[in-house]
């Protein structure tokens, strides 16, 4: 007697969503199987983030049908996701600082799931179980973000889970960190348990998923076995086309310090931030230094001190030089007109306004540019400029007149890096710049600070991406606890040197010249 076919856990059929201006989903097929780890791919805007939010009943479909278990299901919140055993880990965490973590995972679940006192138990189990050393009496403010993704996902095993949904998660982890991860994944899919992955970094999700489907402008493209293909061809099913993703690009020495931060120490009066301590770092014009580091160890602080939202008082200005000038006690327009340009690590609220235009958040920060003229806007160059950003760098939007909380988070962030590349500035800081952006677009957006860098500019870029640090960077340190290590030619800086910085393994002189 032939062996029916086990049931998917879960299927998608036809699936469809519009929003103003764009099909972001458009009649997508897709079936888990139990145990099975299945990658969703597909690049900025192709409707990746999108379809999770239709599974975990964040947000519904226009049409077609989802079947759980073999069983129709109408989604209509998280809550009756949680109730079928749908869990999700999103990118960012919505953790309480001041709260313990089983305070914390007892606050998620509900009255009816129990005290913390009385889930301790339970989270130590289910820690232990699936090898992620976490404490429940522990204060989440002395997490690192490593151990406060550990504190979603032993929170979503908490209850009977049977599909674990994981938006980007390796994305704030170290190299170590993320090996850990993938050994509970395996370990959950082992028993079970069905997994889609997020993921923009092609090689892990050949390493972990055993399928994948790939979606292109809503659409699906393609399923595949990534085991079982490059690179190359993963990237050309996203993008339709052949892309180049690797640049090899020439390493340089650059010419007279531009950025010289010196001695530079900052105490944090926020109890839950970072302090610095004695920071010394030049970067040359035409070069890059990258700045790696755990989220956490004084990146933060660093680039609010470097863009002038935060200012020192006149007596430290010369901590921080823009050439010959002083600009510690500058604020951020006055470090603008001296030729700074500020890509920060968050993009909604921070690096673009949501409810803003593309056109009028160009506005914000290159209106020095000949935008304003005696008080007045000038509409046109506004356009112009925001229609070169969207040209050069592949945004994808309706366009430029859409709002910016509606671009799908790589296509903002190609936006936002843009828009500060394309002012020509002498010091451009940059923080993740291709934080959640798609490898065809991550390419572009090297292209461009290569080029930005042999036109003369001095680039600091801050990540967490180590394979970005090398690719990219002429020179390279990191930062842990707040003290900054020496920077070091890259050419001469394996992976392993930069995981022993970024665990504080260098000891460098007090205000030690830097090299
Ligand atoms: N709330 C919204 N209103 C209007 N348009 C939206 C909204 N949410 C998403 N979109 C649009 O839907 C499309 C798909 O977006 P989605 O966020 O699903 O892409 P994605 O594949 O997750 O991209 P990324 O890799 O950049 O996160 C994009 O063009 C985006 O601009």
Redesign the pocket.
């Given at each position: 007697m032939p062996i029916a076919p086990p049931i998917p856990r879960l299927q998608l059929r036809q699936i469809s969503k519009r929003?103003?201006?764009?099909l972001?989903?458009d009649a997508i097929d897709l079936s888990i199987a139990p145990g099975e780890i299945h990658a969703l791919l597909?690049?900025?805007?192709?409707?990746?983030?999108?379809?999770?939010?239709i599974i975990y009943g964040v947000t519904q479909a226009d049409s077609g049908e989802m079947l759980w278990q073999g069983q129709r299901v109408n989604m209509r919140n998280p809550a009756q996701a949680r109730q079928l055993g749908i869990g999700m880990v999103f990118q960012h965490f919505s953790l309480f600082e001041t709260l313990s973590v089983a305070q914390n995972i007892a606050l998620a679940m509900g009255a009816a799931a129990g005290t913390p006192k009385q889930l301790e138990p339970k989270i130590r189990e289910v820690s232990r179980r699936y090898g992620m050393a976490l404490e429940p009496e522990r204060l989440v403010h002395s997490l690192s973000i490593g151990e406060r993704q550990r504190v979603e996902i032993i929170r979503c095993l908490m209850q009977d889970i049977r599909l674990l949904i994981l938006d980007e998660p390796t994305s704030v982890l170290t190299p170590q960190e993320a090996d850990e991860l993938f050994i509970t994944l395996r370990r959950l899919a082992a028993e079970g348990c069905s997994i889609l992955f997020?993921s923009?970094k092609l090689g892990e999700v050949r390493a972990l998923c055993h399928s994948a489907t790939v979606?292109r402008g809503?659409r699906v493209a393609g399923h595949c076995l990534p085991a079982e293909c490059s690179d190359q061809q993963l990237a050309q099913m996203m993008v339709g086309e052949a892309a180049t993703l690797i640049g090899d690009y020439p390493k340089v020495r650059g010419g007279a310090a531009f950025l010289q931060v010196t001695g530079l120490s900052w105490h944090n009066p926020d109890p839950f931030g970072c302090s610095l301590t004695d920071l010394n770092v030049q970067v040359r014009s035409g070069e890059i230094v990258g700045i790696a580091g755990v989220a956490g160890n004084g990146q933060d602080e660093l680039l609010a001190l470097l863009s002038g939202e935060q200012t020192l008082p006149e007596a430290e200005a010369a901590t921080l030089r823009f050439a010959e000038q002083n600009v510690a006690d500058l604020r951020p327009d006055a470090r603008r007109k001296l030729g700074l340009a500020f890509v920060p690590a968050e993009r909604l609220g921070h690096g673009a306004v949501p409810e803003l235009s593309l056109a009028d958040n160009a506005l914000l920060t290159a209106f020095q540019q000949g935008l304003v003229r005696h008080g007045l806007i000038e509409r046109g160059k506004v356009e112009a400029l925001a229609q070169q950003i969207i040209q050069r760098f592949g945004v994808?939007?309706p366009d430029m007149y859409?709002a910016a909380?509606?671009?799908?988070?790589?296509?903002?962030?190609k936006f936002i890096l843009g828009r500060e590349i394309l002012q020509q500035p002498k010091l451009l800081i940059a923080a993740h710049p291709t934080w959640?952006?798609?490898v065809g677009a991550a390419a572009t957006i090297h292209r461009a600070l290569i080029a930005l860098r042999d036109a003369g500019a001095a680039i600091l870029v801050i990540s967490e991406d180590l394979d970005e640090l090398f690719q990219i960077s002429d020179r390279l340190g990191a930062l842990c606890g707040g003290r900054l290590s020496a920077l070091h030619n890259t050419t001469d800086t394996q992976l392993s040197d930069v995981g022993g910085w970024m665990a504080g393994q260098f000891n460098n002189p007090p205000s030690a010249a830097t090299v």
């Open positions: 929003y103003p201006g764009c972001a989903n597909g690049e900025n805007g192709a409707g990746k983030s999108t379809l999770m939010k997020i923009h979606l809503g994808k939007t859409t909380r509606s671009l799908s988070g790589g296509n903002l962030q959640g952006v798609d």
